[in-house]
T-cell receptor, first 115, second 112 residues
Framework: DTTVKQNPRYKLARVGKPVNLICSQTMNHDTMYWYQKKPNQAPKLLLFYYDKILNREADTFEKFQSSRPNNSFCSLYIGSAGLEYSAMYLCASSRFWGFNQDTQYFGPGTRLLVL | GEKVEQHESTLSVREGDSAVINCTYT??????FPWYKQEAGKGLHFVID?????DRKQSQRLIVLLDKKAKRFSLHITATQPEDSAIYFCAASPSSGQKLVFGQGTILKVYL
């Protein structure tokens, strides 16, 4: 089973309010990723966890936080949502982290709309 | 950093014909190139990948070609079926780390 689950599937948030998105996988994958996808754009990596080590992309470093309380769960946290955060947020996981990239398996996504 | 360009934004093919989607990348050291399919309302679904130690890989009706000199890779879908209609994303894994850089996607429409 290569299922990655995301909750909620749809999220409506107000400008300035926090947002917390949840992802889970039961494949015992070492690495979990968060991507942002806007219409007609490529998915863009925001951050990833290898085990308990968080790696954030330089250009989104201050905008997103994440936590991984255990191997199965990973959250994406926006402290103060702005209109520009409206997008689809995709979670993915891969078996291991290393020189040879492993297949990333994606969840169905959470569609966030900020008003 | 790595940039991946997907050349066809939309592609329409007749059922039974072949579809070809082309991507180029910039990082010479990229070594892993997966393809994903996204159907309406769903997440990205892995379909096939190729690593830089080979130049061709086939899985049933899907063929991936890699030309490292040209920094180009392509997805060939043979004998297309209506259920192949979706958005296809190519990606490359750059030398800078364990991440994927995606192309912008190609909308494939298979018509009867």
């Amino acid at each position: 089973d290569t299922t990655v689950k995301q909750n909620p599937r749809y999220k409506l948030a107000r400008v300035g309010k926090p947002v917390n998105l949840i992802c889970s996988q039961t494949m015992n994958h070492d690495t979990m990723y968060w991507y942002q996808k806007k219409p007609n754009q490529a998915p863009k990596l925001l951050l990833f966890y290898y085990d308990k080590i968080l790696n954030r992309e330089a250009d989104t470093f201050e905008k997103f936080q994440s936590s991984r309380p255990n191997n199965s769960f990973c959250s994406l946290y926006i402290g103060s949502a702005g209109l520009e955060y409206s997008a689809m947020y995709l979670c993915a996981s891969s078996r291991f982290w290393g020189f040879n990239q492993d297949t990333q398996y994606f969840g169905p996504g959470t569609r966030l709309l900020v008003l | 950093g790595e940039k991946v360009e997907q050349h066809e934004s939309t592609l329409s093919v007749r059922e039974g014909d072949s579809a070809v989607i082309n991507c180029t990348y910039t990082d010479t050291a990229s070594s892993y190139f997966p393809w994903y399919k996204q159907e309406a309302g769903k997440g990205l679904h892995f379909v096939i990948d190729i690593r830089s130690n080979v130049d061709r890989k086939q899985s049933q009706r899907l063929i991936v070609l890699l030309d490292k000199k040209a920094k180009r890779f392509s997805l060939h879908i043979t004998a297309t079926q209506p259920e192949d209609s979706a958005i296809y994303f190519c990606a490359a894994s750059p030398s800078s780390g364990q991440k994927l850089v995606f192309g912008q996607g190609t909308i494939l429409k298979v018509y009867l």
